[in-house]
């Protein structure tokens, strides 16, 4: 288990609660606990904490852990009893969270489709967690038989961003893309949450997004004919409209850095119908990419932050720029500038990029004049995202691209691993190797390149993360993830 002092550290770089941030460290633990066990098989990952765990690097944290089954037989008290009970002890033995037998509750009941369901509660003790079991901090799981799929399942990978992040990776089954996007329409349609409205408006800005609107559709269509609804319309949704509106600090506030006024997401509901139900392909205005500045190349789309996480940009900023920016959200920047003066700006993040001689310039917009202006990461003193809304000029390609790592062709692991028993006690386990999904000879290789060192690495899954390694002159690098290079078949 990481230590406390990991937790709060990430909690001051974010400014996210730290019982929010152990919560998504435990979440992480738990979905591997349930891909490596039987269960994995036919346990279908859906909804927000899908969207934060899965798809999105950098997105609002999730408190709850939604499946689709398919084996409804498994939505029975002492099954999922036996079956927790063995997660249980394999996240024990792995990481060395708690996460107590006795306190595990499963309440099913008939949902009011009249189909059986339950909702579970799992209790845990992590790095910040009170030593009482009376005031353990618990996590939600919602279990459902009656979704329809109408896309494959995908094994994806799981994105944990803490130090015991195992060598072998987290997987998991989960819904599609596109599935995910027509099922939070399909929920922005029912209920009008504001958490809904919020994954939507983020899933229709998404460059990726951009062509797939005939497929969302045609998945939205399948989904609201087999619950027997209307497809979802802007004009529907208006009466729920100061409902959404009145809820959204509380859903939100605590999920993210700075909370996005409602409007700045509302108003983009008819742009979103609009290109949702659009004859052609898309309708989206494309906007052109920022001029380049002081010798920097140009932009050529979403970049990969991970690569420039050891330059002289801070982790923790690149992260509230990467933030502000999938938002639309302003940028309050302290400036150190070549005379050693220094000022603030008020700054439309848009894209980040190198000059010929190795500066890493991020190209913005003042906001209040719309000059174009780029700043070297190396002169910032300091770096808040504010709550002040923008309008892009110019395409944002500092939007985190996703879906990331989607191992569509890992095989199917949800094999069992072997538990020990043992009863929990006080003195935690080492963290041990996972053990290796068992992977055919043949098949396609995968080629990645540390940007530091550029020191290649040929892996069998499509996972960048690489582990502190010798360069080719023997010195020690510590490039944490890997630029995918090529495939190898």
Same mark, same amino acid.
Not at 170 to 192: C, G, P
Not at 247 to 259: E, M
């Given at each position: 288990?990481?230590?406390?002092?990991?937790?709060?550290?990430?909690?001051?770089?974010?400014?996210?609660?730290?019982?929010?941030?152990?919560?998504?460290?435990?979440?992480?633990?738990?979905?591997?606990?349930?891909?490596?066990?039987?269960?994995?098989?036919?346990?279908?990952?859906?909804?927000?904490?899908?969207?934060?765990?899965?798809?999105?690097?950098?997105?609002?944290?999730?408190?709850?852990?939604?499946?689709?089954?398919?084996?409804?037989?498994?939505?029975?008290?002492?099954?999922?009893?036996?079956?927790?009970?063995?997660?249980?002890?394999?996240?024990?033995?792995?990481?060395?969270?708690?996460?107590?037998?006795?306190?595990?509750?499963?309440?099913?009941?008939?949902?009011?489709?009249?189909?059986?369901?339950?909702?579970?509660?799992?209790?845990?003790?992590?790095?910040?967690?009170?030593?009482?079991?009376?005031?353990?901090?618990?996590?939600?799981?919602?279990?459902?038989?009656?979704?329809?799929?109408?896309?494959?399942?995908?094994?994806?990978?799981?994105?944990?961003?803490?130090?015991?992040?195992?060598?072998?990776?987290?997987?998991?089954?989960?819904?599609?893309?596109?599935?995910?996007? +027509?099922?939070?329409?399909?929920?922005?349609?029912?209920?009008?949450?504001?958490?809904?409205?919020?994954?939507?408006?983020?899933?229709?800005?998404?460059?990726?997004?951009?062509?797939?609107?005939?497929?969302?559709?045609?998945?939205?269509?399948?989904?609201?004919?087999?619950?027997?609804?209307?497809?979802?319309?802007?004009?529907? =949704?208006?009466?729920?409209?100061?409902?959404?509106?009145?809820?959204?600090?509380?859903?939100?506030?605590?999920?993210?850095?700075?909370?996005?006024?409602?409007?700045?997401?509302?108003?983009?509901?008819?742009?979103?119908?609009?290109?949702?139900?659009?004859?052609?392909?898309?309708?989206?205005?494309?906007?052109?990419?920022?001029?380049?500045?002081? !010798?920097?190349?140009?932009?050529?789309?979403?970049?990969?932050?991970?690569?420039?996480?050891?330059?002289?940009?801070?982790?923790?900023?690149?992260?509230?720029?990467?933030?502000?920016? +999938?938002?639309? =959200?302003?940028?309050?920047?302290?400036?150190?500038?070549?005379?050693?003066?220094?000022?603030?700006?008020?700054?439309?993040?848009?894209?980040?990029?190198?000059?010929?001689?190795?500066?890493?310039?991020?190209?913005?917009?003042?906001?209040?004049?719309?000059?174009?202006?780029?700043?070297?990461?190396?002169?910032?003193?300091?770096?808040?995202?504010?709550?002040?809304?923008?309008?892009?000029?110019?395409?944002?390609?500092?939007?985190?691209?996703?879906?990331?790592?989607?191992?569509? +062709?890992?095989?199917?692991?949800?094999?069992?691993?072997?538990?020990?028993?043992?009863?929990?006690?006080?003195?935690?386990?080492?963290?041990?190797?996972? +053990?290796?999904?068992?992977?055919?000879?043949?098949?396609?290789?995968?080629?990645?390149?540390?940007?530091?060192?550029?020191?290649?690495?040929?892996?069998?899954?499509?996972?960048?993360?690489?582990?502190?390694?010798?360069?080719?002159? !023997?010195?020690?690098?510590?490039?944490?993830?890997?630029?995918?290079?090529?495939?190898?078949?």
């Amino acid at each position: 288990m990481i230590p406390k002092r990991e937790i709060l550290e990430l909690a001051t770089s974010s400014g996210i609660r730290p019982h929010v941030i152990e919560k998504d460290y435990v979440l992480g633990w738990i979905l591997a606990g349930i891909h490596q066990h039987e269960i994995g098989k036919t346990w279908v990952f859906k909804g927000g904490t899908c969207l934060k765990k899965c798809y999105f690097e950098t997105y609002r944290f999730s408190e709850d852990l939604d499946f689709t089954l398919s084996d409804p037989t498994q939505i029975d008290n002492d099954i999922l009893n036996s079956v927790f009970s063995e997660i249980s002890e394999w996240i024990y033995e792995n990481a060395g969270i708690e996460v107590p037998v006795e306190k595990l509750t499963f309440d099913i009941y008939k949902n009011p489709r009249g189909v059986t369901s339950c909702q579970g509660r799992v209790f845990y003790r992590g790095p910040i967690s009170p030593d009482s079991h009376k005031r353990l901090p618990r996590i939600k799981l919602d279990l459902t038989v009656d979704e329809l799929l109408v896309e494959p399942s995908v094994t994806t990978a799981v994105k944990h961003d803490y130090s015991d992040f195992p060598d072998d990776g987290i997987y998991i089954q989960s819904y599609s893309y596109e599935e995910v996007f +027509a099922e939070k329409t399909r929920a922005l349609s029912e209920r009008t949450r504001p958490r809904d409205l919020y994954d939507v408006i983020n899933f229709f800005r998404r460059p990726e997004s951009s062509l797939l609107a005939k497929s969302v559709r045609r998945i939205l269509e399948a989904k609201c004919q087999f619950k027997s609804i209307s497809m979802p319309n802007y004009a529907d =949704l208006l009466e729920h409209r100061d409902q959404c509106d009145a809820g959204w600090g509380q859903q939100l506030s605590h999920q993210i850095q700075s909370l996005p006024p409602f409007d700045s997401f509302w108003n983009e509901l008819p742009k979103f119908f609009e290109w949702l139900y659009a004859p052609v392909i898309s309708t989206r205005r494309s906007l052109a990419a920022m001029p380049p500045q002081q !010798g920097a190349r140009a932009s050529t789309g979403p970049v990969d932050f991970r690569s420039y996480a050891m330059s002289s940009l801070p982790l923790s900023w690149m992260e509230r720029i990467r933030f502000a920016a +999938a938002n639309y =959200l302003c940028v309050e920047l302290e400036y150190r500038k070549e005379n050693g003066e220094q000022n603030t700006y008020l700054i439309e993040p848009y894209s980040l990029n190198e000059t010929s001689v190795g500066n890493l310039l991020l190209h913005t917009l003042k906001h209040q004049t719309h000059e174009i202006r780029a700043f070297r990461t190396d002169r910032m003193i300091s770096v808040r995202t504010t709550d002040i809304p923008f309008t892009p000029s110019y395409r944002v390609d500092l939007i985190p691209q996703g879906p990331h790592n989607v191992m569509s +062709a890992m095989p199917q692991s949800g094999l069992r691993i072997p538990v020990r028993q043992k009863t929990l006690g006080t003195t935690r386990p080492a963290r041990k190797k996972l +053990a290796k999904s068992t992977w055919p000879s043949s098949g396609p290789t995968y080629v990645y390149q540390c940007p530091m060192c550029q020191k290649k690495f040929t892996r069998k899954k499509m996972n960048g993360e690489l582990n502190s390694h010798k360069t080719k002159e !023997g010195f020690s690098c510590s490039g944490r993830t890997g630029m995918y290079v090529e495939t190898k078949y």
